[in-house]
């Protein structure tokens, strides 16, 4: 038997293993948001799969599937074939979940991360009819009427339900829970009066607070939002403990190839850092977070014990 040569051998290699990286994807990609069309999930997907989809030379579709606290969309993807053209955005509530609802049928170990993609501040805003002009009279209210004051976030899961019960501890105050579907709509539903207040992304209070349709009383973050730079922090207030951000990213079904991984994060990393991206993240109020994988699944498994604790504190149960 004569020998094989090297590029004889190299391609029956090929032929017989997996196909390598380079071939994937050969169709359209489909990234699921758990959410409404409107919110900052939304928002930040499409433009996103605008950039990536010019590098992929193929196709991302976003593919809203809100509903049961972002469960929906999130088991769907789950149950989707592992070959990295289903994938599911997630916020917070994709680490919260499972900590408050125990007919939660996934774990953090059904997904891997691909990637973060955004960070971004959150507000508490009222309906101008509302009698407070400040979070103090806010607070000064609530105490006077314990249980009047309603607060509306994208859903009972999300880091904005999770902060505003830790705001309600705080402050020693009795508030009730208005849970959304998202943010457009609990933004909808403060506006028309049905709630009375809203703990929500400040890309998706900005425009009704500059059109006087609501108005706003605390940013979340260490710093204040630039799109809304009278408004002060909670360490302004003396509230420093109740700082945070909202955050997104994504991920795709556990057994999804390395190489497939590992191309995702290479094109959401080249897309994060794309001025035309940036400029459009900033007229939103959203900040780039790019990173590899790996910090982000470190970053998702501390997460989720840091919102399991407060869960247990808090005594918060699913709605």
């Known amino acids: 038997m004569k020998p094989i040569g090297l590029a004889t051998f190299l391609v029956l290699a090929c032929a017989a ?3 390598p990286a380079q071939t994937f994807p050969t169709r359209p990609i489909h990234i699921v948001v758990p959410f409404p069309p409107g919110g900052s999930a939304d928002i930040s ?19 809203n599937r809100p509903g049961g606290g972002t469960v929906i969309g999130t088991q769907a993807v789950q149950h989707s074939p592992a070959d990295g053209y289903t994938a599911l955005v997630v916020f917070p509530s994709f680490v ?10 996934y774990r953090l170990q059904d997904f891997r991360a691909v990637g973060q993609t955004i960070s971004l501040p959150m507000v508490i805003a009222v309906n101008p009819a509302v009698p407070a002009s400040s979070l103090k009279e806010l607070v000064e209210l609530a105490r006077a009427k314990p249980g009047s004051i309603a607060y509306g976030t994208p859903g009972p899961a999300s880091t904005h ?37 809203v703990y929500l992304n400040v890309n998706e209070v900005v425009h009704q607070v500059n059109a006087g349709k609501v108005r706003a009383l605390v940013v979340t973050t260490a710093e204040r939002a630039e799109s809304l730079p009278n408004v002060p922090t909670f360490r302004e207030l003396g509230y420093p403990q109740l700082e945070a951000s909202n955050w997104s990213g994504l991920v795709v079904p556990a057994a999804t190839p390395n190489d497939v991984v590992a191309k995702l994060n290479v094109e959401l990393v080249r897309a994060l850092k794309d001025p035309q991206v940036l400029d459009k993240f900033k007229a939103q109020e959203l900040l780039a977070a790019p990173g590899t994988p790996e910090e982000f699944d470190a970053f998702l498994r501390s997460e989720s014990a840091r919102y399991a604790e407060v869960i247990r504190k808090a005594g918060i149960k699913g709605d």
């Open 96 to 105: 919260i979940n499972p900590s408050m609802r125990p007919d939660i049928q």
């Open 161 to 197: 339900r999770i902060a505003a019960e830790m705001f309600r501890i705080a402050a020693g105050i009795d508030l009730t829970h208005a849970p959304y579907s998202g943010g457009a709509p609990a933004m909808t539903a403060v506006i028309g009066g049905h709630i009375q207040m």
């Open 45 to 63: 997907s499409r433009i996103l799969a605008e950039s990536m989809t010019k590098r992929l030379g193929t196709p991302i579709i976003i593919d």
């Open 17 to 19: 293993g997996p196909a």
